[in-house]
């Protein structure tokens, strides 16, 4: 008997998840790392995201790859979210700075809209205008107590499938 591995397995049973489904969410964990960066470029452009949902540790800030990664997706034409993780690890004052400096980034840079995504209203606000690429949703989640992680996961769920940009 051939043992299958992990990759074999879903290789197979992938036609039929992909028929059985109302939609497919694909998401990709790209390289946080300098040394990763080329990685990182060539799973951007040859898996072609529909969207950036750019993590970012609440208690860690804004780094050199953060901005890179703005850059890039800004570049080419991907639909930005943000989520803020570890909110629970962070201090308040540093969470607040690092909020403060992504805001400055997206709009200065990138010409965005930034939007805190706080309730369910405010994401009936921004889910029409997302494919955009002009508004750019902010998450505040803990995975530790929950905080807002129902919220991100509602908006996940209700992005189109794909985007059409011009």
């Given at each position: 008997?051939?043992?299958l591995s992990h990759t074999s397995k879903k290789n197979k049973i992938w036609p039929d998840v992909a028929l059985n489904s109302r939609k497919i969410v694909h998401l990709l964990d790209m390289c946080g790392h300098e040394k990763y960066l080329k990685t990182t470029m060539h799973g951007l452009t040859s898996l072609y995201p529909d969207y950036c949902l750019l993590a970012i540790g609440a208690n860690m800030g804004i780094s050199k790859m953060t901005k890179e990664h703005v850059?890039?997706?800004?570049?080419?034409?991907?639909?930005?979210?943000?989520?803020?993780t570890k909110i629970d690890l962070a201090p308040e004052e540093i969470y607040k700075d690092n909020l403060k400096k992504i805001i400055k980034i997206l709009k200065t840079n990138c010409n965005k809209i930034p939007v805190m995504m706080k309730s369910m209203k405010d994401i009936d606000k921004v889910k029409d205008s997302?494919?955009?690429?002009?508004?750019?949703?902010?998450?505040?989640?803990s995975n530790l107590t929950?905080?807002?992680?129902?919220l991100l996961r509602h908006f996940i769920s209700i992005l189109p499938k794909s985007v059409v940009r011009e």
């Amino acid at each position: 008997m051939t043992k299958l591995s992990h990759t074999s397995k879903k290789n197979k049973i992938w036609p039929d998840v992909a028929l059985n489904s109302r939609k497919i969410v694909h998401l990709l964990d790209m390289c946080g790392h300098e040394k990763y960066l080329k990685t990182t470029m060539h799973g951007l452009t040859s898996l072609y995201p529909d969207y950036c949902l750019l993590a970012i540790g609440a208690n860690m800030g804004i780094s050199k790859m953060t901005k890179e990664h703005v850059g890039i997706s800004w570049a080419l034409d991907l639909p930005i979210f943000v989520v803020f993780t570890k909110i629970d690890l962070a201090p308040e004052e540093i969470y607040k700075d690092n909020l403060k400096k992504i805001i400055k980034i997206l709009k200065t840079n990138c010409n965005k809209i930034p939007v805190m995504m706080k309730s369910m209203k405010d994401i009936d606000k921004v889910k029409d205008s997302i494919s955009s690429g002009k508004v750019c949703p902010i998450f505040s989640v803990s995975n530790l107590t929950g905080e807002s992680v129902d919220l991100l996961r509602h908006f996940i769920s209700i992005l189109p499938k794909s985007v059409v940009r011009e």
